[in-house]
């Protein structure tokens, strides 16, 4: 296991949710700053990572992979083989505390890399505690598509930009050596305005690379934040930087004051008339996130169901149509496939427009996250902060392990849960979930209304 993923596994409790609060504080560093660029060009360059170490970074904090993301080292850079798109590499800022990068807003994040550019950049914020005991850790990631902003610039033997090379030549770019060995080649790297990252700056723990959509290895040699962008040329073929796209509001807790929400994915047909009947026992309203092919399926009963819990008042919300990791998928047009045929079979099962989404297994990616905010107006992008880990433990000789994890993550500031009903070991334990919430004194009701959205409580 990563040292991350320990820090994840030992994380804790609350912070604010933020998304709201992050924007306006973003929104007010970029007016300021604004009225006095000279002072910027004062700060120095930012170097995160030029990967000398196999486990620290330039500013002496780790770095390292997660999800069993195959990394090979040496002194200079790494290199990446990917084989899910959940699969990440964190270069820190701090290990424990929250870093600022006020004094760099103006700035650009630079990567220096080659291979693949089918991959995600985020930069990760740490939670409002800067605690990584709290939940959740790392915090809020706000990321963009690696592909849009690479800067492909041709050089020659002696470093210079190259007239002789034309579009026909670079097409052989992957066979071209390292973009620091001798000859004629092309070097990679993304320019990214730090001000398209949109989370609180004065609090990040991390950049990370991840929701590969390729098995193509991707080799990193230099992170770091940098004051310019090299000026559009025939080069680096009249490079710009494009423009932010909107992609929705990722969110992992509920920010309405003392309030708990269940967001309850996939289920067995069989069990959901239990889960209906033990949510009436104990009066509260949840979110369920359903898969539009179970809707399609009379054998399933779903459309049914998930009529009778509308009535109920219970949130009905989206989850794919099919359940892929959708940020792994290799085109844009299959992302599309996935949104729009769970809007338009929730449309005419249900008679519902949700905008929200939660993603299959939490994967996210700038990908996925554009395509929403495309097909849905400023979509919710719902992970979660409680897991009652039932994937875990549920078929297992220690059931009851849901339990502990669900208190662990309680008590660590989670309040955005995801569960299932699957097993039905998860769905005996939902009473006692509930009335673990109800003697936390929180108050249980649906994702939109613990997000101050949804209906009248
Ligand atoms: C590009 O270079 C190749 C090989 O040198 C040449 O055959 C081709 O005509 C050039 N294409 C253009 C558009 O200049
Ligand atoms: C299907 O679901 C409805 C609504 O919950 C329920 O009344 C009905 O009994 C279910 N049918 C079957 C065959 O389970
Ligand atoms: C979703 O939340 C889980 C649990 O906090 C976390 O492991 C995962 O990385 C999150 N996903 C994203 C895209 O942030
Ligand atoms: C749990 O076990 C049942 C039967 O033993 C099996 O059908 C199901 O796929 C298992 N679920 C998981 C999540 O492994
Ligand atoms: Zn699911």
Redesign the pocket.
């Known amino acids: 296991m990563s040292v991350l993923a320990v820090a994840i596994f030992l994380s804790a409790a609350t912070g604010l949710v933020h998304q709201l609060v992050e924007h306006s504080h973003w929104n007010e560093l970029r007016d300021g700053s604004n009225k006095s660029p000279q002072k910027q060009k004062t700060i120095p360059p930012l170097v995160i990572d030029t990967f000398q170490d196999p486990t620290l970074n330039d500013l002496g904090f780790w770095h390292g992979s997660g999800e069993n993301l195959i990394v090979e080292h040496s002194p200079g850079f790494v290199r990446f083989t990917p084989t899910d798109p959940d699969q990440n590499f964190h270069t820190q800022f701090d290990t424990h505390g929250c870093f600022s990068l006020w004094p760099w807003q103006n700035q650009f994040l630079h990567v220096v890399f080659e291979g693949t550019d089918k991959f995600s950049v985020s930069l990760n914020e740490h939670n409002a505690e800067c605690d990584p005991r709290r939940r959740p850790f790392p915090g809020v990631p706000d990321t963009v598509e690696a592909a849009r902003y690479v800067m492909r610039t041709v050089v020659s033997d002696h470093g210079e930009p190259s007239q ?6 670079r097409q052989d770019e992957s066979h071209i050596p390292a973009w620091d060995a001798p000859g004629s080649y092309s070097k990679t790297e993304l320019y990214i305005p730090m001000s398209h990252f949109h989370i609180a700056q004065n609090r990040v723990v991390s950049v990370s690379f991840h929701g590969f959509y390729t098995h193509e290895s991707v080799t990193l040699h230099r992170v770091e934040i940098v004051p310019m962008v090299p000026s559009p040329s025939p080069e680096n073929e009249y490079f710009k930087i494009p423009s932010k796209l909107p992609n929705g509001r990722l969110v992992f807790r509920c920010s309405r004051p003392g309030s708990f929400a269940f967001g309850i994915d996939d289920g067995q047909p069989q069990l959901a008339q239990q889960v209906m009947e033990i949510l009436d026992r104990e009066d509260v309203r949840v979110t369920f996130f359903v898969v539009g092919a179970g809707l399609r399926d009379p054998e399933t009963n779903f459309t049914q169901v998930y009529r009778e819990m509308l009535q109920k008042g219970h949130q009905i919300a989206l989850h794919s149509n099919t359940h892929p990791k959708m940020e792994g998928l290799p085109t844009v047009g299959e992302i599309d496939d996935e949104i729009l045929q769970t809007m338009q079979i929730f449309k005419e099962k249900l008679n519902v427009e949700s905008s929200y989404f939660r993603p299959p297994y939490g994967t996210v990616g700038a990908r996925m996250r554009q395509q929403l905010a495309q097909h849905l107006p400023n979509p919710y992008i719902v992970n979660w902060t409680v897991d009652v880990e039932d994937w875990l433990w549920a078929n297992t000789t220690t059931p009851e392990k849901q339990l502990e994890a669900f208190t662990n993550s309680v008590s660590r500031g989670g309040n955005l849960a995801v569960m299932h009903y699957v097993n039905p070991t998860t769905v005996q334990y939902l009473p006692q979930f509930i009335q673990l919430v109800k003697s936390a004194g929180m108050q249980i009701m649906r994702i939109d209304q613990c997000l101050e959205d949804g209906p009248p409580l």
């Open positions: 002789s090379r034309n579009s026909t030549t």
